[in-house]
Each structure stands twice: as structure tokens, then as C-alpha cells.
């Protein structure tokens, strides 16, 4: 039981590049999340997926696509890189109960991306 | 809008002894969850525990208990017997019971044990 994956965990762009962030999950949970993690700041949501085939923006989802591809992937893209995007990011994701019904959502979280755009 | 502060960047103990950090939260919800996460060096988030509002005994694991006052809007983590270990940054988060799943997240306090 793998958890919560992530690749890269590093990576260096050049501005104007793009890239795509991968994500997968192995515990069967049915929303997913991506975070970016700046200095002396919590987490920001950038994008989430509440389930399969469903994707809604978070706080800050400007410059940033997502895809669920299936239940167990989430890639973050970003078409065009600029230096603002320099950040931690991490992937997450949490059960949901079988009622349906959201519960307290526990999240976990992968071990993260570091970006850096020159 | 919810807000969690934690209004202690950075804290020092001396391995063995009990540490307390503290985050407030600001929210016209009546349910909702409130976690601790811990983040080591290694980057990697762990659910350190956990507190629905609706319950009033504070919970604990181990060494790791919280003081919630809902009307303070207060949630702080206590660690006793602290360990080398538990060197990390910790983040503070609440979560509306009802909401579209996002969590909202403090700015974390960095907590160094000393040996």
C-alpha cells in the first residue's frame, strides 16, 4: 500500500514551459487534491476533485489545469510556467463515507513536488 | 470566510518537556472539524489528530492531546514527554462540516526539540 504517490519530486523550468504534476492514490478514495506550499504560508488549494469525472477550483487555481484521468489519478498542469508558481506542491486525497455523505474528510497527503521556474 | 491563525511562527523545548501550540480560528459554522498535521523535514504531512466541534471531551493519542474551547474559537495542541522527533513544522486546519471539502489552513509553527 503505496498511499499517496507523487513525480517528479524535483524539477526546474524555465519560464513559458509547461509541465504536468502526477498523482495516484492506491486507497480506493474517491476525492483528490492538489496544494501549493509557499514560504511562511499553510496550504492553498489549487484544484480539487470531489469524485471521478468531477474537478472544482480552489483559492488559487490561475495558471494551473487539472484532470482526473480515473479514481486513482490527478495531474496538475501548468501550460505556461512564471516564477510566481516556484512552490511546494502537494497532491492529497480522503475517503468518503459509504452513505455518501461527507465526513470529516481526512486528508493524506503525498511527499510533494519541489518547483522552481528560472 | 474561515481564518486559522497560529501566532507562533517558532518554538524551542527541551527534549522530554511538554510544549503547547496554539491556533484560533474564526468561523460563523457551528460543525465542523479541526486537525493538526505535522510536516518533519522530510516534507511529508501526517494527521497528527483530530476534533469534531460537536464533541466536547478534547482529543488525544498518545502523547499528543488538545485543549479545544469552541467559544474561545481555541485549539491547541499539547505534546508532552516531547521526543527529537517531533521536530517539525505543525499546521493547525479547519474544515466546515457542510463545505465543498476544502480544508483551510494555518500558517504553521515551526516547533524545534532540543536534545
Known amino acids: 500500500n503505496a498511499g499517496v504517490t507523487q513525480t517528479p519530486k524535483f524539477q526546474v523550468l524555465k519560464t513559458g514551459q509547461s509541465m504536468t504534476l502526477q498523482c495516484a492514490q492506491d486507497?480506493?478514495?474517491?476525492?483528490m487534491y492538489w496544494y501549493r506550499q509557499d514560504p511562511g504560508m499553510g496550504l492553498r488549494l489549487i484544484y480539487y476533485?470531489?469524485?471521478?469525472?468531477?474537478?472544482d477550483k480552489g483559492e488559487v487555481p490561475n495558471g494551473y489545469n487539472v484532470s482526473r484521468l480515473n479514481k486513482r489519478e490527478f495531474s496538475l498542469r501548468l501550460e505556461s510556467a512564471a516564477p510566481s508558481q516556484t512552490s511546494v506542491y502537494f497532491c492529497?486525497?480522503?475517503?468518503?463515507?459509504?452513505?455518501?455523505?461527507?465526513?470529516?474528510?481526512?486528508?493524506?497527503f503525498g511527499p510533494g513536488t519541489r518547483l522552481t521556474v528560472l | 470566510a474561515q481564518t486559522v491563525t497560529q501566532s507562533q511562527p517558532e518554538m524551542s523545548v527541551q527534549e522530554a518537556e511538554t510544549v503547547t501550540l496554539s491556533c484560533t480560528y474564526d468561523t460563523s459554522e457551528s460543525n465542523y472539524y479541526l486537525f493538526w498535521y505535522k510536516q518533519p523535514p522530510s516534507r511529508q504531512m501526517i494527521l497528527v489528530i483530530r476534533q469534531e466541534a460537536y464533541k466536547q471531551q478534547n482529543a488525544t493519542e498518545n502523547r499528543f492531546s488538545v485543549n479545544f474551547q469552541k467559544a474561545a474559537k481555541s485549539f491547541s495542541l499539547k505534546i508532552s514527554d516531547s521526543q527529537l522527533g517531533d521536530t517539525a513544522m505543525y499546521f493547525c486546519?479547519?474544515?466546515?462540516?457542510?463545505?465543498?471539502?476544502?480544508?483551510?489552513w494555518g500558517a504553521g509553527t515551526k516547533l524545534i526539540i532540543k536534545p
Open positions: 476533485s470531489a469524485s471521478e469525472g468531477t474537478t
Open positions: 486546519a479547519f474544515k466546515a462540516r457542510d463545505s465543498n471539502y476544502q480544508l483551510i
Open positions: 486507497m480506493n478514495h474517491n476525492s
Open positions: 492529497a486525497s480522503s475517503p468518503r463515507s459509504a452513505s455518501g455523505t461527507v465526513t470529516y474528510n481526512e486528508q493524506f
